[in-house]
């Protein structure tokens, strides 16, 4: 049995649809396709190796962060000079290990968050303290999470607050090919895994 579609350009904006082309049968499907909206990128500043921007809730500010172990403040027009937070020393800046993932916390701004691989290989989620819009003290770190990594990719990356202000980590399976060590489907360990952890009061995982 032949199936048919219709073809339609639509104005998205007032949901409204004229046809191009149209073929019948005995069962009508049709289908429809967006219109392509053009895209344009343009840089804000060259920055090494970018992996995430995030903002403050209700503020202009973004902060974008770097492989290397840096954070940088961007204005809405141009990126400070100096970093906002600097743990290049702290943080292993190899292949697919470095300074990860950033976050804010959504009630109360001047917590911060870095999820890094650490210089011996561990992954290490851990909080930080804004002094200012554009300062975050690395000596007011605390760590919320440390954890052996078996090999040096698959270390994970994301970390993003969620309901109940969560903070919930995505971590890789641990390295290798092919999850050779079965971390992936082993309840038993947080590799290959979303672990949440509690910010606000005993951080174990979960």
Known sequence: QKTAYEIRNCDWS???CSSDLTTTSQRSTTTTAPQAVPLRYQEIAPLPFPVEITAQSGSAHAYI?????????????????TPVLDIRGRVRNQGEQGLLSIAIHPSNSSRFFAHYTANDGDTVVSEFAFTAPSSVSPDSERVLLRLDQPAANHNGGMIQFGPGGFLYV???????????????QN???????????SVDGDPSPT
């Open 170 to 184: 995505g971590l890789g399976d641990g390295g290798g090919g092919g999850d050779q060590y079965g971390h992936g």
């Open 187 to 197: 309840t038993e360990t947080l590799l290959g895994g979303i672990v949440r952890l």
């Open 65 to 81: 962060a770097t492989k290397d172990g840096r954070v940088w403040l961007y204005d809405g027009t141009s990126v400070d000079e």
């Open 14 to 16: 007032s949901d409204v």
